[in-house]
């Protein structure tokens, strides 16, 4: 099917960073979810649990949701079916915040129910980026800096808005903010929505096992599991980091917008980054930057500190978003490119159980630092076995290394 598309680069550059524009905004509030779960009077351990949840919700909900893109070959369908119910489940929440079941609140059910639809929105956005991003010839780092742009803005207004207007606010906020998303997603057309008029998939024709073939793959499935069971309970019991410390946890907007703010430059180095080094290069570089962070959260005595220790994440978060995505992209099958992607996410997901269980536990047991101090070193290990996994492919399985990627 001819693409109905302007042929001028500046023209298709522009509309894709409005979508990332309008999109990427509405990630801000979901890093409100601890601290509204703070306010109402959860501990750190009840924190954990819903955490367990949510990332329990999300390992079938991204397979599954990439699954379906993939089996209709229609990712924007999809992903505007998501957005729209997530939105809608998550505008409840501050209403349901007084209901019990059987002596539980019925948030332990309805923040996993909106994290089901809201969690593959991230990976499913992505990779329609990606694949217009290759079949248009333009950069994707600068497109998703743009995402990053978005996310700053709104991070930081929120820091500020927020003490005043109170937490409640933003889950009412977050589904009006997601309305132009929506929208721009729905109707404007890409390259890589040619493919939703083909002939729909079945399961036997999608061929499944081709993932689990690709050596290099499958050991960056493994080792993204191990990185990010440490770096998903940092990102979780960064609330009560603040709090120990003395800082306003209504303010972690702003942390979580310069963070987003020193993505940008990263991004949009991304592409002559990947001409020079090869993108497995680039996530050890990222990991090496979190290791740091970790360790210097240990350490961390007033909230200034913390926001200096925000670039030092940001700078490694602007390279594993770009990199990490364009590596498991450049690997995975044609045909199978939005399915690997959620599968990606899901075995996050795995990750953030463990991580929000044993944070939970660790920061019962010990101080808030020195489960950051742990956090350190399970991410060094993490980063041992995943450059080890190179040496093991090239030395006894004679695989050839992941090379240069010059789109």
Do not use: C
Request: glycine content about 8%.
């Amino acid at each position: 099917m001819k693409a109905d598309h302007p042929k001028n680069p500046r023209v298709q550059f522009a509309k894709y960073a409005a979508i990332n524009l309008a999109f990427f905004i509405t990630l801000t509030f979901g890093g409100y979810v601890t601290v509204f779960l703070q306010s109402i009077g959860f501990n750190a351990q009840q924190v954990g649990l819903i955490s367990a949840l949510n990332s329990g919700a999300a390992i079938f909900a991204s397979p599954f949701f990439g699954f379906l893109s993939d089996k209709l070959r229609s990712l924007k369908k999809v992903l505007t079916i998501a957005l729209v119910v997530g939105s809608a489940f998550f505008i409840v929440i501050p209403f349901a915040s007084g209901f019990y079941m059987a002596g539980f609140s019925v948030l332990f059910i309805l923040i996993p129910i909106a994290t089901f639809f809201r969690m593959p929105v991230m990976p499913l956005l992505d990779n329609w980026m990606l694949l217009n991003s290759r079949d248009e010839k333009l950069n994707y780092g600068a497109l998703r800096a743009f995402g990053s742009l978005s996310f700053a803005v709104g991070a930081l207004a929120l820091g500020y808005i927020v003490p005043m207007v109170g937490v409640d606010s933003i889950f009412f906020a977050s589904a009006v903010v997601t309305v132009p998303a929506i929208l721009m997603i729905t109707f404007i057309r890409g390259s890589a929505d040619n493919g939703a008029g083909q002939k729909k998939l079945s399961f036997k024709e999608m061929q499944i096992g081709q993932l689990f073939k690709n050596y290099y793959l499958v050991t960056y499935i493994i080792f993204s599991i191990f990185q990010r069971i440490p770096f998903q309970g940092s990102m979780i019991f960064l609330p009560f980091l603040i709090d120990d410390i003395g800082g306003n946890v209504a303010q972690m907007g702003i942390i979580m917008g310069l963070r987003a703010l020193a993505e940008i430059p990263t991004m949009m180095l991304l592409k002559p980054l990947r001409q020079k080094y090869p993108l497995y290069i680039l996530i050890i570089a990222a990991t090496t930057l979190f290791i740091a962070e970790s360790f210097l959260h240990s350490v961390a005595t007033s909230f200034n500190t913390l926001i200096v220790i925000s670039l030092v994440h940001g700078v490694g978060n602007g390279i594993i978003l770009t990199a990490g995505s364009s590596y498991v992209f450049s690997l995975a099958p044609e045909h199978l490119k939005a399915t690997t992607q959620t599968v990606l996410s899901s075995m996050a997901a795995v990750a953030g159980i463990i991580g929000g269980l044993l944070g939970g536990l660790l920061i019962a047991l010990f101080s808030i630092q020195q489960f950051y101090l742990f956090i350190g070193i399970m991410l060094a290990v993490a980063l041992v076995l995943f450059v080890a996994s190179f040496f093991v492919g090239e030395k006894l399985l004679g695989l050839k290394r992941p090379g240069l990627s010059l789109n």
